[in-house]
């Protein structure tokens, strides 16, 4: 992140904008909104902008530029045409302390404009880090229109019924879930609507029945958070995520999902690299209720889907013991996900007409499988978390009777950027990778769809 997002208050500091034309004007414009006394300095000032600077108790100084014209600033807007004035501007505020903006060459300065989606009280910027300012305003233009105007007055509703919730609640996160549950109720379409003294009455009563008790309740969300690709998150995944106080992950959880969790929310690693946890599954499952008994939302974020091989089971146990409430969020488990992003249909009619996900690796380390059920021609089958025994996989395959030209891949960090499908067959793949660097998380598939991937493979 190049640029820190900050919301500055700038009423009454006084702020230089150098130069007088067009570009000027615009900065003038958003200067004067956000309440700030402005001084224009430039030979030659454009009359709107000279009624600006009037208007905001600032000046209009008609003149080439001046260190002296820095005395007594906030900030410095440098908005000339001329590139070296405005290097030299720059540089003069910098010596200063002096926060400093040059139009149209962001490495000059400390802080750039964002494209602004203006509702106020409620303000959404929108920031390129001054690569391309023409897609932050064309992404502006599309939450301008999706986003109704009378979600200021939203904002402003709320605001006069803080102090009264923080009567009614004293806990903070009952008060943060009071409001999530609101804004999800009929409360927001009465403002859209423009039924505001509805929905004013409407969110007293919702206060006067507000149940501190409940609302100050732990729970548990075991969210299945897919394979890797933040795209393929569920809407309820992502909603609760957003909504936990606490969010437990571990390795498989790509950094762009466990990323989209709140800013404020406590973020716990629990690890889980083959053979060496950070902490054991008994301690992660204590946790969960530790967290949960303090009244916390807490957020189990786990790679894939929860019930396929990924010990939801184990976790939800204890919760279920301990009378603590929770849900289940399935994911898009990583057959499903790094088949697809692979091109490789699990079945498909010429090919395999089922298809049956086994585990490549059982609590003692060894693959010990029902090996004549997996050696059916007609059926693909998946290995989760196959890679160190991906040798022995192909071999007990071949001995039970599957051929060894069957086609086989093995699938690495699918559904990301870094994913990468290797292909061969029982008898030769395992050579292949023999030596190689291969990186987890790993997919096995095994079947003749996986001789499709050359086709289908659409995901580079």
């Keep these: 992140m190049e640029f820190l997002p900050i919301s500055w208050r700038l009423q009454g500091k006084q702020a230089l904008l150098i130069g007088g034309g067009e570009v000027a004007l615009r900065k003038g414009r958003l200067l004067h909104r956000a309440g700030s006394a402005i001084t224009v300095v430039a030979p030659e000032v454009c009359d709107e902008l000279r009624q600006i600077a009037v208007d905001s108790h600032g000046a209009v100084l008609e003149k080439a530029f001046e260190v002296a014209d820095l005395d007594g600033k906030s900030l410095v807007i440098c908005a000339t045409d001329d590139s070296a004035l405005n290097a030299r501007a720059a540089e003069l505020a910098g010596s200063k302390g002096l926060p400093v903006n040059v139009v149209d060459n962001p490495s ?42 009378r979600w200021g007055r939203l904002a402003d509703l709320m605001a006069r019924f803080r102090q009264p919730l923080k009567d009614k609640l004293d806990n903070v996160g009952a008060r943060r879930l009071f409001w999530e549950q609101t804004l999800d109720g009929p409360l927001v379409e009465k403002v859209l609507a423009g039924k505001d003294s509805e929905a004013e009455a409407m969110l007293e009563a919702a206060i006067e029945a507000a149940d501190a008790e409940q609302l100050s309740r732990g729970e548990v969300y075991l969210v299945g958070a897919g394979p890797g690709d933040p795209d393929l998150l569920t809407f309820r995944a992502l909603r609760l995520l957003q909504k936990a106080d606490v969010v437990l992950y571990d390795r498989l959880v790509g950094k762009g999902i466990v990323d989209l969790a709140r800013r404020d929310a406590e973020m716990v690693y629990v690890g889980k690299a083959r053979d060496k946890h950070a902490l054991p599954q008994d301690n992660i499952n204590e ?40 849900q289940v969020v399935p994911g898009i488990t990583a057959a499903s996900g790094c088949a697809a992003y692979g091109g490789i249909p699990l079945t498909h009619r010429d090919h395999a007409q089922s298809v049956r996900f086994v585990t490549g690796h059982r609590k003692d380390g060894t693959v010990t499988l029902d090996w004549e ?24 395959l071949m001995a039970h009777g599957r051929k060894g030209d069957t086609p086989i891949a093995l699938i690495s960090r699918g559904t990301t950027n870094l994913q990468e499908v290797i292909t061969g067959t029982l ?9 190689r660097e291969i990186h987890a998380p790993t997919l096995i598939i095994v079947g003749s769809v996986v001789s499709l991937h050359p086709k289908f493979g659409w995901f580079r």
Aim: charged content about 25%; glycine content about 10%; some cysteine.
């Design 108 to 149: 000059l300065g400390d802080f750039i404009f964002p494209a602004i989606v203006d509702r106020s009280p409620v303000l959404i910027s929108i920031s390129s880090s001054g690569a391309s300012p023409v897609l932050a305003r064309k992404l502006r233009s599309q939450l301008e229109s999706s986003l109704p105007a």
């Design 287 to 326: 946790l969960l209720v530790h967290y949960a008994k303090q009244g916390k939302k807490v957020c189990r974020l786990k790679g894939g889907d929860p019930f396929i091989f990924g010990r939801g089971g184990e976790e939800i146990d204890l919760i279920v013991q301990e009378g603590i409430d929770f």
């Design 373 to 396: 059920h997996l050696v059916s021609e007609s059926e693909t089958v998946v290995f989760y978390m196959g890679l160190v025994g991906l040798r022995q996989i192909c071999d007990q």
């Design 427 to 435: 008898d030769n793949l395992p050579d292949q990778v023999e030596g």
